[in-house]
């Protein structure tokens, strides 16, 4: 997980970095400031770079709320993945016009099929796990002791509510219309007319939800109806069937 962003970057030992090396992560962390994201000045950066002080975690709690960053100190693998990507967009924003002109890599085979590139995951390796609950923490997607069916949550809540178009719907408005309360007959008195208003409000959202699920049931009966509504008739034999 971290060797491609590494060497993006540029990172002086992409393979063996070992982000649970304490004197190794705190080199790394003044590294990725210094050189790429530079939130802070020059001078600022004193306390991040004194890596010997009994200090230095204060600080670096305090840099990763400066920057941001969703998560604590205590979840490092998912910082440093996150350090990682914000200073790959801000080495990409630094040089636009240098990487929009890099040249696609060419397909060595243009009739080879595409490799599925989970056939070689290892779900034991700590980097896709680190991944993952990442990934499960950004999106508020609650844990499961097999990262596998984590990764399939992630990809079906990604699917069906952050494509595009998903986005597009949810940003719709509904405007409805208005209704007077006092034209709908409750059926029962509660002795206190706020409740009798709650009530006939909660009956008409209550009857609103039924409506969409009628809607949906039907919807899924015309679906099933085209699937196996189309019979074969052969009048020879006076029934219907092949």
């Known amino acids: 997980m971290f060797k491609r962003?590494?060497?993006?970057?540029?990172?002086?030992?992409?393979?063996?970095?070992?982000?649970?090396?304490?004197?190794?992560?705190?080199n790394f962390i003044v590294w990725l400031e210094d050189q790429k994201i530079r939130h802070y000045k020059i001078e600022d950066r004193g306390n991040l770079r004194n890596i010997p002080s009994s200090e230095w975690p204060k600080a670096f709690e305090k840099y990763l709320q400066d920057v941001n960053c969703p998560f604590s100190v205590q979840e490092r693998p998912e910082c440093v993945d996150w350090l990682l990507g914000l200073g790959v967009r801000l080495e990409y924003g630094?040089?636009?016009?240098?990487?929009r002109n890099c040249p696609p890599l060419a397909a060595t085979n243009n009739t080879q099929k595409p490799i599925d590139p989970l056939i070689n995951l290892d779900i034991n390796n700590p980097d896709f796990k680190a991944g993952v609950t990442a990934l499960s923490?950004?999106?508020?997607?609650?844990r499961h002791d097999d990262y596998l069916v984590?990764?399939?949550?992630?990809?079906?809540?990604?699917q069906e509510r952050l494509?595009?178009?998903?986005?597009?719907?949810?940003?719709?408005?509904?405007?409805?219309?208005?209704?007077?309360?006092d034209k709908h007959i409750?059926?029962?008195?509660?002795?206190?007319?706020?409740?009798?208003?709650?009530?006939?409000?909660?009956?008409?959202?209550?009857?609103?939800?039924?409506?969409?699920?009628?809607?949906?049931?039907?919807?899924?009966?015309?679906?099933?109806?085209a699937i196996i509504a189309d019979p074969k008739t052969d009048h020879r034999l006076g029934k219907v069937g092949r």
């Open 5 to 26: 962003k590494l060497t993006a970057l540029d990172y002086h030992n992409p393979s063996g970095f070992d982000c649970k090396d304490e004197t190794e992560f705190r």
């Open 94 to 99: 630094d040089n636009v016009e240098k990487y």
């Open 137 to 142: 923490n950004l999106l508020q997607i609650q």
């Open 150 to 158: 984590m990764l399939k949550a992630i990809r079906i809540l990604i």
């Open 163 to 181: 494509t595009p178009e998903c986005i597009a719907k949810a940003n719709q408005s509904k405007e409805g219309l208005p209704v007077a309360l």
């Open 186 to 225: 409750l059926g029962f008195d509660t002795g206190d007319a706020s409740l009798n208003e709650a009530a006939q409000i909660l009956r008409l959202l209550h009857i609103e939800e039924l409506r969409e699920l009628q809607t949906r049931i039907n919807e899924a009966i015309v679906a099933v109806q």
